[in-house]
C-alpha cells in the first residue's frame, strides 16, 4: 500500500535517512523504533509527503507520488499525528472539523463524524473546549481523534502516548486496531517498546538513520543514571553495563543474536556476563536455536545448532551470558 | 504658559461647538488614512506572507530591504511622489498632484513596508506546526496558508492598526504632494503645521487633539479586539 524506496534524505550537509527499502501493508500495524535523532519523526514527515526527501520515492497505492498534484492528493488520504501536536486556536469540535472541510465533508455530515469520533475516543466532554486550554493529553487524545476523524489510508503517530496515561493508552489502541481492521495502514514511531511490542505486527528500527534488525525479546524498562558514556543499570538482581547518554527512564534491548553463550566465564571485552539456567531450548529447523535462560530475569539468545551440540547444552545445563556494554541498545 | 492653556481652552470649544473646518478637515485626514491603509495592506500584507513563510534566494535581502524601506524619510517619498504626478513627471497626465489622491499614492508607499515587514514578522514567528498540521490534515497551500494567517491574525491586526497611525501622523510627504490646500488637500498633520506657524495654537491644539483621539480610538479597539481573542 506505501512503500518507500531508495530514501535518503539530507539536513544541509548531514544524511538523516537512508533506507533501502520499507513496505507497510494495507490493513497492518508498524513500529517504528529508534533512539531520539534515529531519524522516525523525519522519516514520518516523509512518508506524510510532507517532507520530499533528498532522494528516492514513495508509491501509494502503486501510484509512484512525483508531482506536487500528486502530493496533495497523496496528503488527502494520509495523515500524521507529530509529537507535539498542535491545534489550532479555536474550540475542540473547530479543530476537528478543519481536516474534514479541507477533504471535502461539510455541514451534518462533518458534524456527525466529529461527534461519533469524540465519543469513541472518550473526549466527547471536550467538544466545546477551547483547545488552548487544554493538558498535554489532553492535546494528545483530541489529535489522535482529528486524524481518525478522517478516516485515512494510512495513520502515522509520532509517539502518540508520550503524554497518556496506561487507560489512555490502551484505549488508543484498541482504536489503532480497529482502524487496522477496516483497512487502514498504521504506523507508529515510539520509543515505548513494550507498547509496541505489544499492539504492532511489524517492525522497523532504526539507528542513525538506517534500519536496523531487532527483535522483541529481552526488551526491558530500566531507570538510567546520570551522567554520559559508560553506565550500570539495574535490572531486578542484575547489573547491566550500558554505554548512553540518555537519562531516566528508557528502554534496553539485549538483542539475542548478540548474547555469546559459554559454559563458563571468561576474559574477554564484554562488560557484562550473566549466569543462567537453560529453562527451554527450541530449534527452528533453520539453523537456529533459540534458548531461554532464567538469569534473575528471563533472557533469550540465539545460537546454531553446532554451537549447541559443541558446548553439549541441555534444558537445566548452567551457562554464561556475555554482551559487550556498547551493543545494549538503548531507546 | 497662559496662551497654551487658553489655546487648549479654545481647542475644546472648538471640538464640541462642531467647529466645520476641524471636522471637514478630520474627516479628509480618515478617508485618506483609511484608503491608504487598505491599498497598502492589500500590497504590504500578500508580500509579507511570501517572504516571512517561503524560502527563495535573495529573501534575507528583500527582508533588509524591506525594514530600512520602515526608516525611509518622509519627505523624500514626497519628492518622489511630486516629481512622478508634475505635469512634467511620468503620470502628469492622470492631472492627480495636488489632490488628495496624490496623498493616498505617497502615504500608500510609506505605509506598505510597514504591513510587509510587520506581516513578514507576525508569520515568521508563527509556529510552524500551524503549517505542516493544515497540510497533514489534507489543507492545500493556500488553506495552509489562511491557517497561518488565522493564528496570526492579532499580530496582522497590529500591523494594519501601525499602518494606520503611520499614515495619519504623517506630515511631509501629505504636505509637498497635496500642497495643504483648504478643504481639499489639507489633512489633520499638514493643518496643525499651518496653524501652528500662523500662531493659531488653539487651532493647531484642537486638530492634535483629534489626531491623538483617532489613534487613541483605533488603538482601543485593538485592545477590545484582542482581549475578546485571548479571552
Not at chain 1, 493508552?169 to 505489544?198: K, M
Request: charged content about 20%.
Amino acid at each position: 500500500m506505501l512503500r518507500a524506496r531508495g530514501i535518503e534524505h539530507h539536513y544541509g550537509p548531514r544524511r538523516v535517512l537512508d533506507i533501502d527499502s520499507l513496505d507497510f501493508e494495507t490493513g497492518s500495524i508498524t513500529a517504528v523504533v529508534g533512539a531520539n535523532g534515529s531519524g522516525k519523526s523525519t522519516l514520518l514527515r516523509i512518508l506524510a509527503f510532507l517532507e520530499i526527501p533528498t532522494n528516492g520515492s514513495l508509491v501509494l497505492d502503486g501510484k509512484t507520488i512525483r508531482t506536487r498534484a500528486d502530493r496533495l492528493a497523496a496528503r488527502r488520504t494520509v495523515t500524521l499525528v507529530e509529537q507535539r501536536p498542535f491545534l489550532f486556536s479555536g474550540t475542540v469540535t473547530a479543530n476537528m472539523l478543519y481536516g474534514l472541510r479541507a477533504r471535502g465533508c461539510r455541514g451534518s455530515e462533518a458534524k456527525r463524524r466529529v461527534a461519533e469520533t469524540l465519543q469513541l475516543v472518550g473526549v466527547a466532554d471536550l467538544a466545546d473546549r477551547d483547545a488552548r486550554a487544554l493538558s498535554e493529553g489532553e492535546v494528545q487524545k483530541i489529535a489522535v481523534a482529528r486524524a481518525l476523524t478522517l478516516d485515512p489510508k494510512v495513520l502515522l503517530m509520532d509517539e502518540p502516548t508520550s503524554a497518556a496515561d496506561r487507560s489512555s493508552t490502551n484505549r488508543l489502541y484498541q482504536l489503532v486496531g480497529e482502524a487496522r481492521d477496516r483497512g487502514v495502514t498504521v504506523v507508529i514511531a515510539s520509543h515505548r517498546l513494550e507498547e509496541v511490542y505489544r499492539w504492532s505486527e511489524s517492525f522497523v528500527s532504526l539507528e542513525g538513520g538506517r534500519t536496523i534488525p531487532v527483535s522483541p525479546e529481552n526488551v526491558f524498562r530500566v531507570e538510567i543514571p546520570a551522567g554520559t558514556g559508560s553506565k550500570e543499570v539495574r535490572l531486578g538482581d542484575l547489573v547491566i553495563h550500558v554505554v548512553t547518554d540518555t537519562t531516566g527512564p528508557a528502554t534496553i534491548a539485549l538483542p539475542p543474536d548478540d548474547l555469546i553463550v559459554s559454559t563458563g566465564s571468561f576474559s574477554s571485552s564484554a562488560r557484562n556476563q550473566f549466569q543462567g539456567r537453560i529453562q527451554r531450548i527450541t530449534d527452528d529447523g533453520r539453523g537456529r536455536v533459540t534458548l531461554r535462560i532464567d538469569a534473575g530475569v528471563e533472557l533469550v539468545a540465539r545460537i546454531t545448532p553446532s554451537a549447541l551440540a559443541e558446548l553439549a547444552l541441555s534444558v537445566g545445563s548452567p551457562v554464561v551470558l556475555s554482551i559487550k556494554a556498547m551493543t545494549v541498545r538503548v531507546f | 504658559m497662559d496662551f497654551l492653556v487658553e489655546g487648549f481652552r479654545r481647542a475644546v470649544q472648538l471640538i464640541l461647538s462642531g467647529d466645520a473646518d476641524v471636522f471637514g478637515i478630520t474627516a479628509l485626514s480618515i478617508k485618506i488614512a483609511l484608503s491608504s491603509t487598505v491599498l497598502a495592506c492589500l500590497v504590504g500584507i500578500p508580500i509579507g506572507f511570501v517572504v516571512g513563510t517561503t524560502r527563495f534566494w535573495g529573501r534575507r535581502a528583500a527582508l533588509t530591504v524591506l525594514n530600512t524601506m520602515l526608516a525611509f524619510p518622509t519627505v523624500v517619498v514626497g519628492v518622489v511622489i511630486w516629481g512622478l504626478l508634475t505635469r512634467n513627471g511620468p503620470f502628469g497626465g492622470l492631472g492627480l498632484l495636488y489632490t488628495w489622491w496624490a496623498i493616498v499614492a505617497a502615504e500608500v508607499v510609506l505605509a506598505v513596508p510597514i504591513a510587509a515587514a510587520l506581516t513578514a514578522a507576525a508569520v515568521q514567528s508563527i509556529d510552524p506546526r500551524v503549517r505542516r498540521t493544515a497540510l497533514t490534515l489534507g489543507a492545500g497551500p493556500w488553506r495552509a496558508q489562511w491557517a497561518v494567517a488565522g493564528e496570526a491574525r492579532f499580530a496582522l491586526l497590529a500591523a494594519v492598526v501601525v499602518a494606520f497611525g503611520r499614515v495619519l501622523a504623517e506630515v511631509g510627504a501629505a504636505m509637498i504632494v497635496g500642497g495643504n490646500i483648504r478643504n481639499h488637500t489639507r489633512t489633520l498633520t499638514t493643518a496643525v503645521a499651518l496653524a501652528s506657524s500662523q500662531g493659531d495654537f488653539a487651532l493647531a491644539i484642537a486638530l492634535g487633539l483629534v489626531l491623538l483621539g483617532l489613534a487613541l480610538t483605533v488603538n482601543v479597539l485593538l485592545q477590545l479586539f484582542q482581549g475578546r481573542g485571548h479571552a
